[in-house]
């Protein structure tokens, strides 16, 4: 059975010193060691919703309706709950070893997530300002890997960075593109400072390669897996707005509560697949403070 924290408690501090700390130190990481995986096994699961969906708020559209509100509806749905309505999968969930010591060399996983997002061997990874919405709105990234970041938009955008990373980025032009090294593992926090509100996205950045994003049917794969016995933890950005700042009578900027981490324990034998599945609902949410 799965365990669950918010990644404010004091359960798993260890963790969350390199995870969800900001501004951590790269001497913080803990040691992990590249070697040839003989005979891995996998862990394949879901990531569900179980019981009534919350309500999530619409956000309203308060600047650019000419680019970010293409449609006409004046608000745009919460990026921060994703769930199927075929399996009821959640979307944009982060599945990681949070203890192995060694295994496949972190360079898969930026082949993967290069894979995944039709980037060429040899490229940066990348973010997008389109329509005002991230893209992607989770990023996975290697330490120590550069980020490009760009805007389709037409528009004034100004990216900012807190967490591990922190900048303001201003975007005054279409498709200028910024790179950046990302030097500190942990968890990185995207606003747009130039009014757009209601965009927001994030980025893990990680020491090791096994770590997967949930897809659409909140299923996910962790492969080539040394045989051993390790905590496996679901990673969710949490869906409730705890408060609303404003100005002038517009909405500013959103305060969002604290960040989902459930907990499993799974042994992975060698050439072997091994199920791991982690389920969501209202009373994952922790209360306001």
Same mark, same amino acid.
């Given at each position: 059975?799965?365990?669950?924290?918010?990644?404010?408690?004091?359960?798993?501090?260890?963790?969350?010193?390199?995870?969800?700390?900001?501004?951590?130190?790269?001497?913080?990481?803990?040691?992990?060691?590249?070697?040839?995986?003989?005979?891995?096994?996998?862990?394949?699961?879901?990531?569900?919703?179980?019981?009534?969906?919350?309500?999530?708020?619409?956000?309203?559209?308060?600047?650019?309706?000419?680019?970010?509100?293409?449609?006409?509806?004046?608000?745009?749905?919460?990026?921060?709950?994703?769930?199927?309505?075929?399996?009821?999968?959640?979307?944009?969930?982060?599945?990681?070893?949070?203890?192995?010591?060694?295994?496949?060399?972190?360079?898969?996983?930026?082949?993967?997530?290069?894979?995944?997002?039709?980037?060429?061997?040899?490229?940066?990874? &990348?973010?997008?300002? =389109?329509?005002? !919405?991230?893209?992607?709105? /989770? @990023?996975?990234?290697?330490?120590? $890997?550069? #980020?490009?970041?760009?805007?389709?938009?037409?528009?004034?955008?100004?990216?900012?960075?807190?967490?591990?990373? &922190?900048?303001?980025? =201003?975007?005054? !032009?279409?498709?200028?593109? /910024? @790179?950046?090294?990302?030097?500190? $593992?942990? #968890?990185?926090?995207?606003?747009?400072?130039?009014?757009?509100?209601?965009?927001?996205?994030?980025?893990?950045?990680?020491?090791?390669?096994?770590?997967? !994003?949930?897809?659409?049917?909140?299923?996910?794969?962790?492969?080539?897996?040394?045989?051993?016995?390790?905590?496996?933890?679901?990673?969710?950005?949490?869906?409730?707005?705890?408060?609303?700042?404003?100005?002038?009578?517009?909405?500013?900027?959103?305060?969002?509560?604290?960040?989902?981490?459930?907990?499993?324990?799974?042994?992975?034998?060698?050439?072997?697949?091994?199920?791991?599945?982690?389920?969501?609902?209202?009373?994952?949410?922790?209360?306001?403070?």
């Amino acid at each position: 059975m799965s365990r669950l924290h918010s990644a404010a408690s004091s359960s798993g501090l260890l963790l969350a010193l390199w995870l969800v700390a900001p501004g951590g130190a790269e001497s913080q990481v803990p040691k992990y060691e590249a070697i040839e995986v003989v005979d891995g096994g996998a862990i394949v699961g879901l990531v569900t919703w179980t019981g009534d969906l919350p309500e999530l708020q619409h956000l309203p559209i308060t600047k650019n309706p000419e680019v970010c509100d293409l449609s006409g509806a004046g608000v745009r749905p919460s990026p921060r709950l994703i769930v199927s309505e075929e399996n009821r999968g959640v979307g944009n969930t982060v599945v990681y070893l949070a203890d192995i010591g060694k295994g496949k060399a972190l360079d898969a996983l930026l082949t993967a997530e290069l894979l995944k997002a039709e980037l060429e061997p040899g490229q940066n990874l &990348r973010i997008d300002q =389109a329509q005002c !919405i991230y893209e992607p709105h /989770i @990023t996975l990234a290697p330490l120590r $890997a550069e #980020l490009d970041m760009t805007s389709s938009d037409d528009l004034l955008h100004n990216l900012h960075m807190s967490g591990s990373a &922190r900048y303001n980025l =201003a975007f005054p !032009i279409k498709d200028k593109v /910024i @790179t950046r090294r990302l030097r500190k $593992a942990g #968890l990185i926090s995207i606003a747009c400072d130039a009014g757009h509100s209601w965009m927001s996205a994030y980025i893990h950045v990680v020491h090791h390669p096994y770590y997967a !994003i949930t897809d659409d049917e909140g299923g996910f794969t962790l492969s080539d897996v040394p045989a051993g016995k390790y905590s496996l933890h679901a990673w969710h950005e949490g869906w409730d707005i705890v408060k609303t700042e404003a100005q002038g009578g517009q909405i500013t900027g959103y305060e969002f509560s604290e960040p989902i981490i459930l907990e499993d324990e799974v042994t992975v034998a060698a050439g072997t697949e091994t199920q791991a599945n982690f389920e969501l609902s209202n009373a994952s949410e922790p209360e306001s403070q």
